[in-house]
């Protein structure tokens, strides 16, 4: 995991120093930039992404709340200050922690520690979106398939037939959990006994869906209308 990059923004210098001496002791964070002044700090967090940005709440011109809501993006925070009242507010804007000065290592070195958590998950849930799959659990191994290699799921009772272009697994699930499960992520009934991907499905008539791949499926009375108005 590359190294945590951080701003901090305090108009109290002494405040910095303990920063940058705090960070200078700790592995994998890079301390990018200090500002006393926030508005050079807004200006350069306007132009320059960051993981982590450590910030004062009480500061001329604009205090640490308006400088993380003005921001273009949503960088993680952690608020570093004398005030107390402000806590509440905070983590309404989820941040990572809340400190009070004076701030000894081992809280600060926690915090950061928290920030690079919670970085790691965002991280991933992004990579999810990236290349979306499904898990499930088929001869009591799980398994992970990409979403587009997934051609059609068929019931058969208790359990159904995941078919992708190389093999098809076995999975003890009813159709119906597997489609309230996977729903949001493009399946869709077209029979009783049978789910597809709608991005595969090139075209329909009155009795069959028609796959990319040249595959024609059954498609139930029932399902003809949730069909046409899914794909339109």
Known sequence: MPNLTIVSVDDEYPALQLIQKYCGQMEDVDLLKVFQDPEEALEYLKQNRVDLVILDINMPYINGIELL??????????????????????????????????????????????????????????????????????????????????????????????????????????????????QNLGFIRIHKSYIVLSSHISSYDAAHVYLKDGEKLPLGRTYKNSLKAYLN
């Open 69 to 182: 809501h003005q921001l273009p993006y949503k960088p993680l925070c952690i608020f570093l200050t004398l005030e107390t009242q402000y806590a509440v507010k905070a983590f309404e804007l989820d941040v990572v922690h809340y400190l009070v000065k004076p701030v000894d290592f081992e809280t600060f070195r926690k915090a950061i520690s928290k920030a690079k958590d919670f970085l790691q998950f965002k991280n991933s849930v992004e990579d999810q979106k990236k290349e979306d799959f499904i898990m499930f659990k088929s001869n009591y191994v799980m398994h992970k398939v990409l979403l587009d290699e997934v051609r059609w799921v068929q019931g058969f009772g208790e359990y159904i037939i995941l078919v992708t272009p190389l093999r098809k697994y076995m999975i003890l699930e009813r159709m119906s959990n597997f489609e309230e499960k996977f």
